[in-house]
């Protein structure tokens, strides 16, 4: 199983230590993983993911919209790392969008919700690029709909798996950034309703925040 690292329940950073934006300092709870963590991290992780499947075309394929920040940084240090490592790989990128949360909660519905056509997978190895791995159902309905196009392999990296045992399906992706506790997370591209996104460290949102911009 994919090692990664732990933060533990209340295992936060007071706010008051970094750089909020004005706007957001009363929506928030806490500081749960600042920006260069998940940065140092995130170039262990593009490491590991060259070693295992650099062997052939990859198509990093990104799981919009919250995951963009995270495939951006992750897709430049694989290039990086692609590109000076001794041997290199064509490395392309594509899109989908699933949507499965309502406020802050998860549904059972999972839906795909645009994306590009995703035929040019076909033969690749792919690996999809989430950013929370919540109850598992995005990624499993995620994992269906890319294995219809064939590609010749396929891995989930995913930002953070949130602990939650009663609620999952027990879905582990192939990479994982943090386990985190089961906390409404926002920032890094990760949204409560289009707000947050302008967030540059993964926060707790607080209940002023839940409410402020419920829909
Ligand atoms: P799952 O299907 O695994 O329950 O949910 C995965 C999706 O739910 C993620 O891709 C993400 O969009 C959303 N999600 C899960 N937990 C959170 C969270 O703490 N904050 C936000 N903003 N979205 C979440």
Not at 14 to 26: G, N, R
């Amino acid at each position: 199983m994919a090692g990664c690292i732990k933060i533990e329940d209340g295992q936060t950073f007071s706010k008051e230590m970094f750089c909020i934006p004005q706007h957001y300092e009363d929506y928030l709870e806490s500081v749960l993983i600042p920006k260069g963590l998940i940065l140092n991290r995130t170039e262990r992780l593009a490491r590991d993911i060259c070693r295992d499947l650099c062997h052939g075309p990859l198509v990093a394929l990104c799981c919009l919209k919250g995951g963009y920040q995270f495939f951006s940084h992750l897709s430049e240090f694989i290039i990086n790392y692609n590109g000076t490592s001794g041997h290199s790989v064509p490395f392309s990128i594509d899109f989908i969008r699933l949507k499965s949360y309502e406020n802050d909660g998860s549904t059972n519905d999972v839906k795909i919700v645009g994306g590009s056509d995703l035929s040019s997978i076909k033969g690749k190895n792919v690996l999809i690029v989430e950013d929370i791995i919540d109850t598992g159902r995005t990624m499993e309905k995620m994992l269906e709909v890319v294995s219809q196009y064939k590609p010749a392999q396929v891995k989930v990296v995913s930002l953070l798996v949130k602990r939650t045992p009663l609620r999952s399906s027990s879905y582990r992706p192939d990479y994982i950034g943090f386990e985190v506790p089961d906390r409404f997370v926002v920032g890094y591209a990760i949204d409560y309703n289009e707000y947050f996104r302008d967030l540059n460290h993964i926060c707790v949102i607080n209940k002023e925040g839940i409410e402020k911009y419920r829909t």
